[in-house]
Every structure is written in structure tokens, then in C-alpha cells.
């Protein structure tokens, strides 16, 4: 059993006695109620569980939480507030990017990563960014055009 503190969407967290095997996905659910942040395969395939690392995003299943000792996380719910949608996630809402939501929260991190590292991302950019987030609903277009619409006004351009 090991002591960690993170910082998780701005606060910082301090946990006592973390067993060595315990997940980040489950630290970042079960001990911290950051439900917003699914668990789809367990196996680092859905990329539903992708959270911000220090800046990077990364697959929170596929990290041990004694290995985010430190970090920095941002989760889904330290983009925005259903209040104030940050411009990525209104375009999923304007752009219906998504049906049942269970994947939505892996493509929003995966979304804002890539549009942070690479702000004028062509379609191709946005398809390969995300193929590692499956989804089995939407066929992925109106998720490519979300992120395609939060590019062009992040950028200030007409999406
Ligand atoms: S739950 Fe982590 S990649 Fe599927
Ligand atoms: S919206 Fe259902 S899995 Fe993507």
C-alpha cells in the first residue's frame, strides 16, 4: 500500500493506502467519483477511459493509479460544466456526435488532445487521432465533424 497525491481538473488529491494493482480508471471512479470517465474493455482497446496524463492523453485502464503519483489529470468533466460546455463538446452536441454516450467521454479527451496539439487538424488528422476510440454507434462522421467544426472556431475560422 502506497500514499498518492494528483491533481485531478485543478484539485489536488491526497489517497492513503493505494494497493499497488489498483487501476487509474478505477482510482479516478471509484475513489475520487469521477464517474464521467468510462470503462468499456478493460484492455486498452476502447479508449473510453482516455483522461488527460500531464498533458497527453492516455488510457486510464491501461495505467496503474501508484504510476499517476503527481500527475496532472484532466477528466471529461474538467473540460467544461453542462452549464458551459467548452467549444469541443457543444460541437458534439451541435453536431450530434454521439447516440447511447458510452464512448463519448474517451472521444471528447482524445478530441481536445488532438485539437491542443494540433489545432488545424485536417479530416484525416481527426480520423487517424481517433482510431483508437471505437464507437458502436455513430459511424464516426458526425464525430469527425464535431471535431472538425471545434477546430475551425477554435481557430477563429468559419467551421
Ligand atoms: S476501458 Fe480503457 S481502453 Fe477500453
Ligand atoms: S455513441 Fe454509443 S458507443 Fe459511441
Not at 499517476?68 to 450530434?96: C, D, K, W
Amino acid at each position: 500500500m502506497t500514499d498518492i497525491s494528483v491533481t485531478v481538473n485543478g484539485k489536488r488529491y491526497d489517497v492513503s493506502d493505494v494497493e499497488p494493482r489498483l487501476l487509474l480508471s478505477d482510482l479516478l471512479r471509484d475513489t475520487l467519483g469521477f464517474t464521467g470517465t468510462h470503462v468499456g474493455c478493460e484492455h486498452g482497446v476502447c479508449g473510453a477511459c482516455t483522461v488527460l496524463v500531464n498533458g497527453d492523453s492516455a488510457r486510464s485502464c491501461l495505467m496503474l493509479a501508484v504510476q499517476a503519483n503527481g500527475a496532472e489529470i484532466v477528466t471529461v468533466e474538467g473540460l467544461g460544466s453542462p452549464e458551459q460546455l467548452n467549444v469541443l463538446q457543444s460541437q458534439f452536441r451541435e453536431h450530434h456526435g454521439l447516440q447511447c454516450g458510452f464512448c463519448t467521454p474517451g472521444m471528447l479527451m482524445t478530441g481536445e488532445d488532438m485539437l491542443r496539439k494540433y489545432p488545424l487538424a485536417t479530416d484525416e488528422d481527426i480520423r487517424e487521432g481517433l482510431s483508437g476510440n471505437l464507437c458502436r454507434c455513430t459511424g464516426y462522421q458526425n464525430i469527425v465533424a464535431a471535431i472538425r467544426s471545434a477546430a475551425a472556431l477554435r481557430s477563429e475560422k468559419k467551421p
